[in-house]
């Protein structure tokens, strides 16, 4: 139990990391279509934190504050490297954003399938399959955003030369 333990808590540290970042890349474009866009992932990643929550209470595993708290810090010291980048539209940053979303979320996704696989009697019929589901959805909604980002800033960049 310790294993399995250990790997949700990374899980829901890491949802706790992009959490942070989606938050501030919400409120950076509020009221734009890519802070929507960044709103409804949050939302979307808010309620699959809650699952995994629901999952670890289900086999008695307790959060570990230590761990969200560094997920907290290294949220924080990678967004100062994302804002060298830059935080507009067609930045480097927004690119580099988003491909550690797609990184965060195809993690998620591993687990879900590692937990359907377990076939684990204590997870109250939670659906993995459709957990699955959702979390490759987001990354294709992620990946259509990320060509988008780097189609605008490979074009500014190559413009500046």
Known sequence: MKELGSYLNDHLAGSVSALQLLDHWAQLHK?????????ELHAEIRADQSTLRDVMR??????????KAGAWV???????????????PGSLGLVLTLEGLIMGVTA????????????????????????QQRAEQQIERIEVERIRAAQHAFARAAASE
Do not use: H, Y
């Open 31 to 39: 009221g734009k279509s890519l802070g929507l866009f960044f709103s």
């Open 58 to 67: 289900s086999f008695g595993i307790e959060e570990s504050n230590v761990r």
């Open 74 to 88: 290294a949220e924080k010291a990678g967004r100062a490297r994302l804002m060298i980048a830059g935080d507009e």
């Open 108 to 131: 998620k996704k591993l687990m879900w399938r590692a937990l359907a696989q377990a076939k684990l009697p204590e997870t109250n019929g939670c659906n993995f399959e459709q957990l």
